[in-house]
């Protein structure tokens, strides 16, 4: 059975495995760089981050029955990605702060940061070039990232106000979020590189197809579960505990939170009203946001269902793990999924 | 011998032959793309350009003895190479037009022309993966990126004033270009493409290696000799055959034009800080331009000599054909080098 200990155990071995990645990620980055350059490329990856995903694909390499040193150039390829896709959504939602310290376009400028970005696509393509079977690994990493834009311009429409400067977001904005809009967005967005990740690791020791397809569905529902938990405690959470203030997602004015997209579904009349103008005033600070966390509370049951709806992709994930041998890489990725219920940062 | 008349019907024969890449472009764009986001996707290649890259690795497949048809992913991969980096950089330069249309960023905004950029590099795999040796065809595609990334990051440097919210330009920016300085980024943002564009076309039809080599020199040697007329129309180039205004280099504070380095290498003096008083103030005018351009050419040899500078390319990319067997293909191959010379517009 899976324990709050196992959990917090599990979590603090993903992080120790995902450490391995950062000598690997650097080697690809430093080929082809001039000494000018190294620093602002270097930069992105040293400021932190706790390598989630590259260290579920080492773990994955491992339960699916091979060595975790086979899958390291796919890791670093799949955290890569990550990183890629923050320095450029960085730039998107103009966020001066990540990891507590400056973003890359906020410490070197716009151009420079762009072409950082750059150089971690070519890196990526170096990595899987390591791989066993580059051509595949390629196609299913490039439509990876193509769908990953997919779900960055669905989580921009989604956006209440703001962006008046782009004329295609004001002209594609939605008007209202369904929880299969948000569901779409979100397997789109979060859980198609985290299903990439594990499928990756099966694939890096030639497991057969079943086990692969085993571990891209934990892959994605533990993506699902985790962006659900990610919203929650970006309205609910506990400052201290988070290291980030409540309500971000308001003040960004997101219909894509999923706490926001099911309090909608629930209200009507003023309420609703009132929570939309919220979401639609062209500066919405921290108080605002407090006054709509306060509504969905006392209005509605948006928390309590979102917090169902992760448990049950908790639960899935679990699940799908039923193919793979009793390993210890097993147990392990079993604890994680279960740490996303209890999660409280 | 090479003929003006034979230059021209090559520049035609280029740019019938790059028009095969469109439909193949196309075809991995709309790869994994929803309904609303085809517009802009399709929009960069629509607005036009003359495909002269593509049609150089068509060309130089047959010049190696293989058919075009051969060549058309790693054309299209090409192609799409060009036109990301065209999308990044009038992000970076903040040009609201090209092609006599409005950019990408302009017309959709920011968050969509980047993601738009994110989209045909992943587009830019896809075609990799369609051609006889994907990882080695990666490899050098993704070094040659890198390669871009450098020139683009030098050619920032090398202007003389602006991007005061760019930390990394303002403490990197030349204060002198010298010439070597000058091949060193031309080499790098302009040439590189070219070069792997020819290797491509030999690449693809299985060519030996030393056919690939002289394509890859005599890609590199056009692409110098092209960019070298590039900086010399900029300056002393007829409007109404260029269509664009006298003197934009300058405007954008450019030390990276040949004329403008060489002028400077020359002068001395109360001259010589005319030219970079002009070149370093906060906002260029056009008639700034033109007096900065009318000292040029009444101080210094600096027309005449990045004229001899391109045309010693030319002939350096001619040469570099003689390995090839005569056909027609290598005929039209070297009348394009030619053109480079005399061309106006």
């Given amino acids: 059975m899976v324990s709050e200990a196992l959990a917090k155990e599990a979590l603090k071995r993903l992080i120790e495995t995902g450490k391995k990645v950062d ?19 270097l930069y992105p990856i040293r400021v ?4 989630i995903r590259p260290a579920l694909t080492l773990l994955s390499a491992e339960a699916a029955g091979g060595p975790q040193d086979k899958a390291l150039p796919a890791a670093a390829a799949v955290e890569l990605t990550h990183n890629y896709s923050l320095i450029l959504d960085d730039i998107i939602d103009h966020s001066e702060k990540r990891r507590g310290q400056p973003t890359v376009w906020k410490k070197y400028g716009l151009s420079i940061a762009i072409l950082v970005a750059v150089h971690y696509r070519e890196s990526i393509s170096e990595a899987l070039n390591d791989t066993p079977d580059p051509p595949r690994f390629t196609e299913i990493l490039t439509e990876t990232i193509k769908v990953l834009v997919e779900g960055e311009r669905l989580d921009i429409l989604f956006e209440q106000a703001g962006r008046l400067d782009e004329p295609y977001v004001v002209e594609h904005r939605y008007k209202v979020v369904t929880l299969d809009d948000y569901m779409d967005m979100v397997r789109k967005k979060t859980s198609v590189l985290i299903r990439t990740a594990c499928m990756f690791g099966a694939m890096s020791v030639g497991a057969p197809e079943d086990l692969v ?9 533990l993506g699902i579960a985790f962006q659900v938990g990610d919203d929650i405690l970006d309205l609910f959470g506990k400052e201290e505990l988070t290291g980030k203030k409540v309500g ?25 009203d009132e929570l939309l103008s919220i979401l639609r005033k062209d500066v919405v600070t921290y108080d605002d946001a407090k006054c709509a966390i306060k509504l969905i509370e006392e209005k509605t049951s948006a928390r309590e269902r979102a917090e169902k709806l992760r448990d049950e992709w908790v639960k899935k994930a679990i699940e799908s793990l039923a193919p793979l041998p009793d390993t ?18």
């Fill in 213 to 221: 397809n085993a571990l891209g569905e934990y892959g994605e529902a």
């Fill in 328 to 345: 210890e890489a097993k147990r392990l990725l079993e604890g994680l999924a279960y740490f996303v219920s209890i999660r409280e940062y």
């Fill in 23 to 41: 000598p690997v990620m650097e080697k690809y980055l430093l080929r082809h760089v001039s000494e000018a350059f190294k620093e602002p490329v």
């Fill in 248 to 272: 971000q997602d308001i003040v960004e004015h997101k219909l894509g939170n999923v706490v926001v997209a099911l309090a909608l579904d629930e209200l009507s009349g003023s309420d609703r």
């Fill in 48 to 51: 932190g981050g706790k390598r």
